[in-house]
């Protein structure tokens, strides 16, 4: 069954309220759409310039009112949808992935452990450009990695594109809007952009599934998506284990192991 | 009818000379890393050819990110006040579009509404905008629809249309004249054609709309476009007519400083009050606010909209919440 028919045959059955997938949009690209009735779903598209992770829609509270949804789910959905769950902040009965192969059959993948297994099969996360970056990025001094971010973030205008288009954003009151205290400063001058995405790195460090929207995302072109990339592989090589990747994930940086390899911590 | 001359392209680089020998910057489109920025050039070789738009907009040079406007430092029995001098440096814009070059009234009926903002002012004062029409456009352009058009004059000091081996030049206004005197010697007498200028059809009636969208502010079709809308900032800073700010105290016990910082209606943090109220409480209010301000607001107390078509908040938006297309939908709100 095709994407189109499965949408159709699941708004008609009531079994979901929308089924969250792509459609065609300004100038040849793909963006996010919510099918909410039968007749919408001849809309949905789904190939390879579909790119962005739909998982950061299933928590907004715009989206949860609607009820049960479906999502057309690319491999950086799923991880982030597991990871969601890791975090407890969605139930497997919240949501229905559906994975989409080649040949454009929908497979519905009703539960965390289908989802691990379907990953399984998947490629690991990070592209051969942005391992090349980060290779980069990684042989560069200090000193030269401190004047490649300071340049970056010097374009930063703080519209937050990145945190908003993260599934694992999904804090309904982020520290960035916190004002009492006012934590971060909120005007886009080098310290507050600097402490935003310092902050918003350390966040996301063995939680950022590594999709790349937030790079994305950025309308003036800053390759964020490096920085919560970067801590990514440092969570990874450190303690074994990658976000995203099952359902039952302790968080690497608030768990406490009586066998941790550290003697600091005992 | 302005005046119209000819400028070939040594005649535009040696006016680019003429205008650093009067102290002047100018700011123009380059090719940077593959993107397309506003960048301080000196000569005509520097600037971008064949974009169609900046990322960011041309504002952030009257209208900054971020700007101080007072600082101030506390002892016992005593507070002393500083008020921030505006940075306002003699600047030529060059090579915007007709879109962003109208922009600048959308931020001037602001800064000038009632108060007359003494920052916004001493810039504009100070800036001078040679425009180029468009010969090119791209799928998220709608200046037409918007009263604007490929070649319009309006925002522009001096506005250029490619022609054969340079550019025709119209001078608009007494900045605009002020430039060509600089060096009257390189304005030749209008001889060649000017390149015919990108076709951009009108896509919706902006009265019309303008006009029934009082009926439409509960339509559900608000909150249904802004499901796929993602809350960030994106549209509104990469927008030429966007002028919301927010202002900032960074301050300790003994000093401070106050400033004054981009906002966006589309942040919830926007209208949320004091009280934890908060009046537009889901994104479909706030989208809904952003058309309002532009088609509804802008018209009915300054006598124009708040929208020139440029179509950067499409190109910037992350999922593409293109305003042409939804402000189309607005006119015929059918949906299947």
Partial sequence: MDLIEKAEQLLQSGDVKAVLGFEAGTGGTRRPAFARRPGQARRLVFDDACVQNLASYVTRKETRRLGKVAVAARPGALRALLQLMAERQIQEQDVLPLAVDAAGQVAELPTAQAIEEHLALEPGPVSARDRELLDRLGK??????????????????????????????????????????????????????????????????????????????????????????????????????????????????????????????? | MADQFQLSSASLDALFTALQGDGRRILAPTDRDGRTELNPVQTLGQVARDYVQTALSAKETVFPKVEQLLSYSMAPGQVELVDAEPRALPTVLFGIRPCEAGGFAALD???????????????????????????????????????????????????????????????????????????????????????????????????????????????????????????????????????????????????????????????????????????RPAQGARWRQRVYHKFATYPDRYGMLGCVGCGKCTRACPVDMNLQEHLTQAMAPVES
Avoid at chain 1, 149 to 154: D, F, K, P, R
Avoid at chain 2, 134 to 157: H, I, L, N, Y
Avoid at chain 2, 192 to 197: I, R, V
């Fill in chain 2, 109 to 279: 009926a602001v800064f000038n509404w009632d108060t007359r903002d003494r920052f916004f002012n001493a810039r504009m004062e100070q800036l001078a905008i040679i425009g180029v029409a468009c010969t090119r456009k791209d799928d998220a352009c709608f200046c037409t629809s918007v009263g604007g058009g490929p070649g319009s004059t309006r925002g522009s000091d001096i506005l250029l249309t490619p022609a054969a081996g340079g550019f025709l030049a119209q001078v608009l206004t007494d900045k605009g004249r002020a430039i060509q005197a600089l060096a009257p010697e390189l304005f030749a007498p209008a001889a060649g054609l000017a390149a015919p200028l990108a076709e951009v059809p009108a896509a919706f009636d902006h009265a019309a709309l303008t006009a029934r969208l009082p009926e439409l502010f509960d339509s559900p079709i608000w909150d249904d476009q802004a499901l796929r809308c993602l809350g960030c900032g994106a549209c509104a800073f990469v927008c030429p007519a966007c002028v919301c700010f927010d202002i900032q105290e960074e301050a300790d016990k003994k000093a401070g400083r106050r400033l004054r910082a981009w906002d966006s209606c589309g942040f919830a943090m926007f209208t949320l009050h004091a009280s934890g109220h908060n009046p």
């Fill in chain 1, 140 to 266: 560069l001094s200090r000193a030269e990695r401190w004047a490649f971010w300071q340049g970056e973030l010097g374009r930063c205008v703080k519209c937050y594109a990145c945190r908003n288009s993260c599934p694992m954003c999904y804090c309904e009151h982020c520290t960035m809007d916190c004002n009492r205290p006012q934590w971060v400063p909120v005007p886009s001058h080098a310290l507050g952009n600097l402490e935003y995405h310092m902050v918003r790195a350390m966040h996301l460090a063995g939680r950022c599934v590594q999709c790349g929207d937030c790079g994305r995302a950025c309308p003036v072109g800053i390759p964020i998506h490096l920085l919560t990339f970067n801590a990514e592989e440092t969570v990874h090589a450190q303690f074994g284990q990658r976000a995203g990747a099952s359902a039952k994930l302790d968080y690497a940086l608030s768990t406490f192991r009586p066998d941790d390899k550290e003697t600091f911590i005992r």
